[in-house]
Structures are given as C-alpha cells and as structure tokens.
C-alpha cells in the first residue's frame, strides 16, 4: 500500500523546514502493543509526498520545493541520507511524483526516526498521523504534517493529501518483479523508485521502477573462459596426436601449439583475476577498458516498470541495459571485428603461401565434423553395449529397441562423415608425412636442389590456393572402404537381431512339449549375447578407426587455418571471444528475466518451444571515430548470438546455487542451461520439460543520436547503420513470418494501441530506406514490435549509461502514454522526473560517484529534443 506525507505550512514560514517522525508510525504500528498481537508490517510499501501552502524566502515568488528524507539510527545516533524527491519548481501547493520506499530488509526497529527537510532550491498506512512541523532551529511552529494512506481511483475534488490509493495485497511488488527464488540467485542490489501520475480522466496510476545487478554478469565470462580453456588445450592435444609430421608442417604445428599456449596462459591468468572480485555484480563504465575485466560486459542491469491503475492488471515492462559489447582494452585505431575481419580473410587469402587455404566453410566443417564425432562415438559404445545387455536378458522388445537406437545414430555417424572435405584433408595430411614425394618430383629430381624450404614443401603453390588440394599418388579408395566398413558391419548385426528374433518367434509358436524339448537340447539363453558379441565388437572398432582418421584430417584443416592465420588471426578469435562473453552474458540475463515473467503464460511457453524468443538490441552509437569500432564488433558480438540455444533443465534441488544457469558446448555452439525448482518446472509444457532447445533470434537497430552522428551524416559515412538495420529488419520480418505460422497470434500480448504487426513492420521497413538523418523512429518502432512479440528487450551505447538512460526513460513514458493514458500535461514533467530522480540517475551515480549525466550544452544541441536531460542534471564527468 502507498502512504501519503503532507506537509501542511500553517504558519507561513520560510524553507528550509524540518519534520521528524518515527518510521513505524506511518505504517500504523504502535511499539506499545504486544508484539503476537500486532506485529511490525512490511516497509516495502512505498511513500508519497507533498506540501501545502509553502513560503519561499522572498514573498514575491513561488518556491522551487525538494524534499531529502534522512533516517536517525537510534543506536548509533546519526543521520543517513536515504532519499530525495524532484525538484517541483514555482509551486506553493507542490505535490511530488517522486516517492520514497524503504526495501523490506531494512534494517528499521521501533525506535528508528525519519526526518525530512524541505528545501526551496534556489539555483502504506491505514490510519493517519500527525506532527507538529517546526523551523530549522527547532523553536518556532511551521505548521503541522499529516501522514495517510493514499488511494487510486477516482479524482475527488478534495485536497491532495486526502488522495489515497488502494493495490490488491496479494500482488505484493516482491511476487511480480522476481520470485524469491531467482531474484536471490540472479538478480541483487535492488533499487527502487516509486511515482504518481494523473491520467487523462482525472485518475492516478502508481508506477514503480527497480533496477537491479545482474550475477550473470561475472558467471558466464567466467564459465565461458574455462570452456575456451578446455577447448584449445584440447586442440593441442589434437595436433599432437596428429603424429609425425614433414619439417615444414612440423615447425607450422609447433608455431601455432605455442600460440595456443600463450592464449590458454592469457585466459588462466585473466580467470584467477575474476575469481578474486567480490562485492558488485556489474562492470562500472569507468572500468570499461580494464583487462582483468575485458570479457565482463559493462554496466550490465535490469530495469522493470510496474504499473498499478484503477480498476485494471497491473502490467509491467522490462529491458536489460548494457554497454556496447566491444574490445575497449584492444581499443578500436583499426576498426572492429567486421572490419578486421574482412580484411583478414582477404589477407589470408593472398598471403597463405605456407598452407594450404581452407575456406571459412571448410573450417566450420571440420569443426562441426570434430564436434559430431565426439558425441556420436561414445553414444555409439553405449548403445552398442546396450544391445549386448539385451541380448544377455534374451529380451526380444529390448533387443529390438536398442538396435534401432543404434542404427539411427550410426547412420547418423556415417552421413557426417560422408563429405569430400574429410577425404580430400586425409589426402592432403598423407602428403605432409615424413618422405612424401610427388610424382612431380620424381619426374624431375634434380630441380629441387636448388628450391627454398617453402618451395620444396608439399603443399600447393599460390595459383593452388582456392582449391582443396587431391594427391592422386594415395590410394583414395583406402578411406572409402574404412568408411564403408562401419556399414557394413552394421548390417551384419542388424542381420543377426534379425535372425534371432525369428528364431524366438518361431519357437513360441510350439506347443509346450516340443519347447520343453528344444530348451533341454538348446544351448543356454546366453547365446544370443555370444552370438552378437563378435559382431558388435568389430562394429565398434570399425567406429574407432574411422574417428581416429577423420580427426586427424580434421584436425590438419584446423591447423591450416591456425597456420595461416598466425598471429593475426588468433588475435581476432581473442577479440571475438571478449566480445561474445560480454553480448553471452546480457543475453542470458535478458533471457532468464523474460522466462520468468511469463512463466504463467501458456501462449508465450509455446510460443517459446515451437519458435523461439526474439532478442531486440537498440544501439545508440554513432557512425564516427572510435564509436565506428565499437558498432563493429557488436554487429560481429550479436550475430555470434545465433550460435546459442538455451535449455530448461530441472534443478536439482531448490538451494540457490542449484539455479545458476550453465554454460557448456564450445565457440561454434554454445548451450546455456537454466535450472528451474522442481515444482515450476513440471508445469512447462511436455516439449521443454524433454529438453527440446529454444532459439533466440538476436537482431541490431541502431541510430546514433550524438554530435558524432552529426558529423558522420554532413561529412563522414552511415553506410554501415543502414546495411546493419536493412540486414536485421530483414531478420526480423522473417521471425514473425514463422512465428504467424506456428503460433496464433492471439497467443501474443495484448495492448492498449491496436496497431497490427504486419502494418507496423512495413512501416518499420519504410523507415529503415528512408535517408533521414538521426531517424529514432527506427528504435521506437522496433521497441514496439519487440514488444508485441513477447521478446527481449535491450537498449546499448557506449557505457549503457547517458545516452542509455535518455532512451530507457523515454521508452517508458511513452509506454505510460500510450498504454496507461498519461496525462499529456504530466508527459514531459514525468519524463525529467525519472531522469532526475530515477533508477537511470541512481546508474550514473553507482557508475562514476556523480549524479551527473555525461553531456555538455554543446554535445545536447545536436541530441533529438526528446532526448535530452532536464537542466541541472548534466555536465563535465568522466565517464
């Protein structure tokens, strides 16, 4: 419940005023009473504010009126600062959007004083009480201060003081923003703001802010790092097991297993140091170019909105704020990952004279083969073993059940393998053996006297490079005959499971004494295992020798490209490896956040098994200098993000360390695990509950709004804003054609402003071709769709601070217009309340210690008027 403060100036005295009061009793609960009989109520309800009939210090004017709540800890006798209202300027009657809350931890007993001073700035209870109101030096009587609850709903025509407001208790604000469960494991260090707005028919709505940090800020980089860890230590050890390699592809190995080592060092050390950070569960803006932090995102918080109105759901809307998702440390003088690696490949191309050229693809592919076969090749022993566990139990229906599992997925196994690129790779690793010689070299065997150590190297000469290389010399039908072999030996025991099926069928079918006779003449039921062992055996090491040749061939693809790539390339995998971590890390925080909010919608889980989730990233940056880069490697950093898939899983128990989501697979595919109770977990439906994996689908919209954007518009180049937003409006257009046919759109949220999707994105699509300059109709529009399509929202500049702030604050008055019907009066003058006194200035504070937004009178001229922040809420800081 929201209780109400008014501050009464009977006596017509000047501001500063001061009124002390005992917390407890605004929340009608007197010490006196017996404690079983009436015990202390929660302080999470939040308090509202006004004054009536204040006097500034000169009579002529109105007074600009602000009011700082302190608290008087009564065993330590001193005064902590703990709120402060807006500023409400030339009224004498102010009454303050700003509320005050007191979070249900606190630590307040029955003693505990409040003091609020009303300053002129010059430059949930039940019952009521009330105080008398002295002047700061505590002699005179300055009137009198009334406490009570304060009710929405209808405008009375009554003094402001006596509005009151009336929430449902069972929808306390702990329940709707995080279920205890989660906001304690992932979510932290909450803060709160609490307002009041008039709607266009007289009314009041209560609108609560929380941000929060995010713990997933810190643990995914840091499982991230160690599964990078294991990955390139594993990597050596392949190269190692390639075996014995010609001088030249030997030094080549050696070369790239000491770059890999350098890598592995680097992420160990960088590891320790995360292991030993303790205290806040964000990266401040300031640390941004830190490398102990570089792989933690910066400023990573969740912001939710709730919304109480008369005589409607509450409603609430949620958004993750985070910085740009960049390599601040390696900084941006070359550009960024897009950029960078263009011309990598580019230079690689034209410069790999040592090694053999593989294609992006074919690297994809030998890491996609490697990957295959390390699953499949233990799956394939166990179920292999299985069937001999079936046949030991001469168990006909387990027989049957275990061969078909191990048929589709040696069929499986088989058409990974069933690719040129494997074939090719073995001929090709042939070729790099000790005493290979070509048949050119046999023809002419004086012309490599006098040949460089390159030259007289087997590997394809520069005219060569675009081609895999195929070496006629091997015999190519070797690997044919292995890889048909494991078929092979397949149907072998398919036709023994066969053959012993039908000999069981057909002995049931005797009468009881001939089968009592064959039981007495027959061997024992351990034949059928006896009979199927030889073959399952010889199935088994058909499978073994196939994985160890075509690791080896795919783990010479991958030393080419290592090899070709060194040192640039290595260099660019760390910088994409900082870059997805950060972008990992907001993305799970935003994913977990939307899971949990529409836990209870039975649309929204269906839409999330049959679909997918769309994640929507608003970037601020602008086109110019080193914002260039830093949009570079996020448009690299998010599009990485269609390499991840999240999976529900059922915790093990409900301790809090059970719920931490995982991370696991590698930098091709990475799978975040995310652990619900036991009890929310069986109420997701059948699809999700068998480990089904949901996708998310990441897209980029970006409009710079800064004065850099300025310059890049009259001098410099957007090309790249308008190739990532056409790119990704297309991304987006194609979601919601497969999400409208698979998912009613009825399933889908249901708001206040009917617009269609469809006609929405086409004027979406109309926006992002149009040449206009600083066009944020962009962002609104793409904000909007996100929205209705159940996805994630997410808003990035530089620091996820400034710029981030204005968008944030923006974003949900026009939700509070449009949704809730704000008062248009009540529009802007709730706008530069929350960015004066909101969540997003509590941000900047935690950020850089200054409540200060980063911009000067200058750089604001070139902003978009809506963004701009209220006067005396911005100068010169370091950011």
């Known amino acids: 419940m929201l209780g109400g403060v008014a501050i009464c100036n009977q006596e017509g005295l000047s501001l ?127 009137g009198t201060v009334v406490v009570s609850r304060l009710k929405m709903g209808e405008m009375e025509e009554v003094d402001v003081d006596h509005i009151t407001t009336d929430i449902p208790a069972q929808k306390s604000s702990k329940c709707v923003f995080h279920p205890c469960f989660i906001s304690l494991s992932v979510f932290k260090n909450p803060v709160c703001k609490v307002y009041r707005f008039q709607t266009v028919d007289g009314k009041w709505m209560l609108v609560r802010e929380q941000m929060e940090e995010c713990t997933l800020s810190f643990s995914i980089p840091r499982q991230l790092l160690s599964l990078y860890i294991q990955e390139d230590m594993k990597r050596i050890q392949e190269l190692r097991e390639l075996g014995e390699l010609s001088p030249h592809w030997d030094n080549l190995r050696k070369e790239v297993m000491t770059r890999y080592g350098g890598i592995i060092s680097s992420y160990q050390d960088t590891l320790a140091e995360l292991d030993k950070i303790t205290g806040p569960s964000f990266k401040p803006s300031c640390c941004k170019a830190q490398k102990s932090l570089e792989f933690i995102p910066v400023n990573l918080h969740t912001q939710r909105m709730r919304v109480t109105c008369p005589r409607k759901a509450d409603a ?79 168990s006909s229906p387990g027989l049957k059940d275990a061969l078909k599992n191990l048929s589709d997925k040696t069929e499986q196994f088989a058409h990974t393998l069933k690719d040129e690129l494997v074939k090719s790779a073995l001929l090709a690793l042939h070729a790099a053996r000790p005493g290979y010689v070509s048949k050119n070299q046999n023809s002419n065997p004086g012309s ?47 036709a023994m499971v066969d053959k012993l099926q039908e000999e069981d069928n057909s002995k049931q079918e005797l009468n009881p004494e001939q089968q009592l006779a064959d039981v007495i003449t027959s061997h024992n039921p351990g034949d059928w295992r006896e009979q199927l062992c030889p ?39 760390q910088r994409r490896d900082v870059v997805f971590s ?86 091709d595919h990475v799978t975040v695990e995310v652990p619900l109770p036991r009890l929310v977990f069986q109420s997701l439906p059948e699809e999700i509950k068998e480990g089904k994996p949901v996708r998310v689908f990441p897209v980029l919209f970006n409009v710079g709004i800064n004065e850099q954007q300025t310059i890049a518009e009259r001098f410099g180049d957007i090309s790249l804003q308008e190739r990532i937003n056409q790119k990704n409006f297309e991304i987006l257009e194609a979601y ?82 449009d949704e809730h019907q704000l008062s248009k009066d009540y529009f802007i003058r709730a706008l530069d309340c929350m960015r004066r006194e909101g969540c997003r200035i509590e941000n900047v504070q935690k950020n850089i210690r200054c409540r200060k937004y980063a911009f000067n009178m200058l750089q604001l001229m070139a902003f978009p008027k809506c963004y701009r922040p209220p006067e005396g809420t911005y100068g010169k800081v370091d950011s």
């Open 535 to 573: 073959l399952v055996t010889r199935l088994k090491e058909c499978v073994t020798e196939v994985v160890e040749r075509a690791k080896r061939a795919m783990t010479f693809v991958l030393l080419q490209e290592a090899a070709c790539s060194i040192p640039q390339g290595l260099l660019l995998q």
């Open 582 to 667: 950060q972008a990992l890390a907001a993305l799970s925080c935003g994913f977990i956040m939307r899971l949990y909010a529409g836990m209870e919608d039975k649309g929204f889980l269906r839409q999330l098994h049959l679909v997918g989730l769309v994640a929507q990233f608003e970037s601020l940056l602008s086109t110019y200098s080193e914002e260039i880069g830093m949009l570079e490697d996020m448009e690299i950093g998010i599009s990485d993000l269609n390499r991840v898939v999240f999976r529900i899983t059922e915790a093990k128990t409900d301790d809090l360390s059970d719920l931490q989501p995982l991370v696991c697979g590698r930098r």
């Open 316 to 394: 609430f809307y949620d958004i993750v704020t985070v910085g740009a998702p960049a390599a601040h440390f390696q900084g941006f003088k070359c550009g960024g990952l897009q950029r960078l690696l263009s011309r990598y490949e580019a230079e690689k191309k034209s410069t790999a004279y040592q090694c053999i050229y593989y294609s992006p693809e074919h690297t994809a592919k030998a890491q996609e083969v490697l990957s295959t076969m390390s699953h499949l090749h233990p799956l394939i022993a166990s179920l292999a073993d299985q069937l001999l566990q079936a046949a030991q139990e001469h």
């Open 736 to 817: 919601y054609k497969s999400l409208s046919e698979k998912v009613p759109l009825e399933c889908l949220p249901c708001f206040q402003t009917q617009t269609d999707l469809k006609e929405l994105l086409e004027t979406l699509g109309q926006n992002v071709v149009t040449k206009k300059k600083k066009n944020v109709e962009i962002l609104w529009l793409a904000g909007t769709i996100c929205r209705r399509l159940n996805g994630i929202r997410f808003t990035s500049c530089k620091s996820a601070k400034d710029r981030t702030s204005m968008s944030v604050t923006l974003e949900q008055c026009a939700l509070l217009r």
């Open 16 to 142: 500063p005023l001061i009124f002390i009061f005992p917390l407890y009793s605004v929340f009608s609960w007197s010490p006196v009473l017996p404690k079983p009989l009436l015990p202390p109520p929660s302080l999470s309800s939040p308090l509202s504010v006004a004054c009536n009939d204040l006097v500034a210090s000169g009579r002529d004017r109105k007074p600009n009126a602000l009011i700082q709540v302190a608290v008087i800890d009564p065993h330590e006798q001193c005064l902590v600062s703990h709120a402060c209202t807006e500023i409400v300027e030339a009224n004498r009657d102010p009454l303050f959007l700003t509320g005050v809350t007191f979070p249900p931890e606190y630590p307040a007993s029955p003693e505990t004083l409040v003091k609020l001073t009303v300053y002129d700035a010059k430059d949930k209870s039940q019952d009521s009480v009330s105080k008398q109101l002295l002047s700061s030096d505590g002699v005179c009587a300055a």
């Open 448 to 494: 490599g006297q006098n040949q460089s150590p390159v030259q007289s190297a087997p590997v394809p000469q520069k005219c060569q490079q675009d081609s895999i290389p195929h070496h006629k010399e091997y015999d190519e039908e070797e690997w044919d005959r292995v890889w048909a072999s494991v078929a092979k030996s397949l149907n072998c025991v398919i």
